[in-house]
Structures are given as structure tokens and as C-alpha cells.
């Protein structure tokens, strides 16, 4: 809960909830800017390995011990299922699907989340309520992508939504299972040695696929490298920066909500600045997810005393995390 006693400025808790709101919601088009010119797992390589190595090296001129040997096998698993299946998912279908529909589709995180609690952790009961979750998330799913509702524009395309679901599906495996891995105590470094992991294996991967056969780093254009800076700088070290701060001065359950509005950003970026359609089928496919996302991450929550309120803000912060890197 937030500690009165030291409260920081309320113009840093608005600043650090603006960068993790709107930084995090316009990255979804810088990563669509970025993939028209660069294949998609070199650029999403050069993101996380530039990114984890400036946290990675921060954290060492701070002090901070380097993570032991099994640490670093857990950073590598998580760093291949969160950065290299569903990054590289993600970087892939935005070749396909829209920005904001890339994030509206992984705004479903949360309800996948929910029953990964289920399977692998038997923390989540299935509730009615979560049932009810559920059920208007799928319909927002359905929404989106079938063609025989009549709502105006294209339905998604079915490759790149199949790629989004898996890939969302990766995230919250990996990130239920995070919580039996050995990593280290500091959330930065944590976080830097599995976005160093994940970007190696990510340019591994492109390379795998032939994807720097024919690529001239040199033909790129100013624009893709300045979207690739965003991305890196703003959307990975400056966003979860600000993140980990909120944290630490404001409640679990109110830093969360950037789940909400991420969609909500990216989708009205998309359409203001990237020339993406806005159509009744987007609109009504958003606010399903985002409704199906408030019902699921508020579980437990309405009835909960004081100190309940702390625990179930923190399983809300776990189910929602998917976001904490992006």
C-alpha cells in the first residue's frame, strides 16, 4: 500500500503513471513502423539484448551481485518463452494485424493468467465471475476476427490472431511458473538478464530463419531506427523503470490498471497516427476484452478487508504483469 509518510511528489506518481499508460500503449505502432522495413525477430532481438544489457550493466555499477548460475537457466527458459515465442509472435503478427488489434488481442493476458492459476498453481478457483470473465473475453476475441458479423471492416487476419493467442498464452504460462524459478531478488536485474537472455535467442532465431540473408542494416530508414530507440529507451528501460517505482509508492491493484488502458492507447494511436481503421468491429472487440480483463483482474477484491486488500492486490499485479516489459 502506498506509505503517506514518504510520499513522493504527486507530479512524479502522475509522470510514472503517464510513461507506463501511454509509452507502453504506443509501442505496439512503433513496433508495426519497425517491422516494415526490418525483419521481425532481428528487430525485436536488438530491442531486448540493447535493453537487457544497459539494465543488466546499471544494476552491476549499482552493486548489484550478478545472478548465480541457476539463475541464469531460469532467465534464459523465461526469456525464450516471454521474448523469443511471445515477442517474436507479436513483432511477426504486426506485419499482419494492426497495432491496435495486436493490443487488444493481448489484453487477454489476464484471463489467461487466470486459468494458468488454476492448472499449474491451484490458486484460482473457477468462479462464477471468472467463468462470466471468460466467456465476454472470448466473445471480444470473436468479435475481431469472425467474418460472418456484419460490424463494418475486415475481420483479423487469422494467422496473425492465432500467432497473438499463442502468444499470449506463452506469457502467462511462463509467467505463473516465474514464481517457482530461482531469480534474482532485484526485480531490474530479474528483469535485464531475462530481456539479455531473450534478445539472444531472438537473434538466434533470425538468424535460424534466414533472416538476415539479404537484410542491409544500411537501407533502413532514419524513422525505423528512431522507432527501434522508442522502443528500446522508452518503452523498455524508461517504462519498466517507472514501473518498479510505482510499485514501491503506490498500490499493486492501482498500478495494474495500465492494463486497462494500454488497448485503449494503442488502439487510438493506431487510428490517429498510424491510418488504422476504426470500425464497430474494434470498438465492440475492445471493449469486450477490456471488460472481460476488469471483471477478472478485480476478483476478490470488492469484499476484501484491509489487509486482504494487500494480498489480493498483489495476485492482481501477478495476473497483469504481462505488460511489465512492454
Known amino acids: 500500500m502506498k506509505d503517506t509518510a514518504t510520499a ?5 506518481t502522475l509522470a510514472a503513471f503517464a510513461i507506463i499508460y ?3 500503449g504506443s509501442t505496439y505502432l512503433a513496433i508495426r513502423v519497425g517491422v516494415r522495413e526490418v525483419p521481425p525477430l532481428i528487430l525485436a532481438g536488438m530491442r531486448f539484448f540493447a535493453a537487457g544489457l544497459v539494465l543488466f550493466l546499471w544494476m552491476r555499477a549499482r552493486g548489484e551481485k550478478s545472478p548465480t548460475a541457476r539463475e541464469w537457466r531460469s532467465a534464459a527458459l523465461l526469456g525464450i518463452a516471454i521474448f523469443l515465442i511471445d515477442y ?3 513483432f511477426w503478427s504486426e506485419m499482419r494485424v494492426a497495432s491496435g488489434i495486436a493490443a487488444v488481442m493481448l489484453a487477454t493476458i489476464p484471463a489467461m493468467m487466470a486459468l494458468c492459476e488454476i492448472i499449474f498453481l491451484g490458486t484460482q478457483r473457477l468462479t462464477a465471475r471468472l467463468v462470466i470473465g471468460l466467456v465476454i473475453g472470448l466473445a471480444g476475441v470473436a468479435v475481431l476476427m469472425v467474418p460472418s458479423l456484419k460490424l463494418g471492416g475486415a475481420p483479423v487476419d487469422k494467422l496473425g490472431a492465432a500467432a497473438l493467442i499463442f502468444a499470449a498464452l506463452s506469457w502467462s504460462i511462463a509467467s ?3 514464481r517457482k524459478m530461482p531469480l ?10 531475462q530481456m539479455l537472455c ?3 535467442a531472438l537473434l538466434i532465431a533470425a538468424a535460424a530463419f534466414g533472416e538476415f540473408h539479404g537484410f542491409a542494416f544500411a537501407a533502413v530508414s532514419r524513422g525505423t531506427w528512431l522507432a527501434l530507440a522508442y522502443l528500446t529507451v522508452a518503452g523498455s528501460i524508461v517504462g519498466y523503470t ?10 499493486p491493484t492501482k498500478v495494474a490498471t495500465y492494463a486497462y488502458v494500454n488497448p485503449i492507447v494503442a488502439v487510438v494511436i ?3 497516427l498510424g491510418g488504422e481503421a476504426l470500425t464497430a468491429r474494434t470498438i465492440l472487440g475492445t471493449a469486450c476484452v477490456l471488460v472481460s480483463v476488469v471483471v477478472i483482474t478485480t476478483l476478490g477484491t470488492k469484499k476484501a478487508g484491509a489487509r486482504d486488500a494487500v494480498v489480493a492486490g498483489a495476485a492482481t499485479k501477478a495476473r497483469v504483469a504481462a505488460a511489465e516489459e512492454r
Open 8 to 12: 513522493p511528489p504527486r507530479w512524479k
Open 22 to 24: 501511454f509509452v507502453w
Open 88 to 90: 517474436g509472435l507479436l
Open 176 to 178: 505463473v511458473l516465474t
Open 184 to 193: 534474482p531478488e532485484s526485480k531490474v536485474m530479474s528483469s535485464g538478464a
Open 198 to 200: 531473450g534478445g539472444v
Open 242 to 251: 517507472a514501473y518498479v517505482w510505482l510499485l514501491h509508492h503506490e498500490s
Open 270 to 272: 493506431g487510428y490517429f
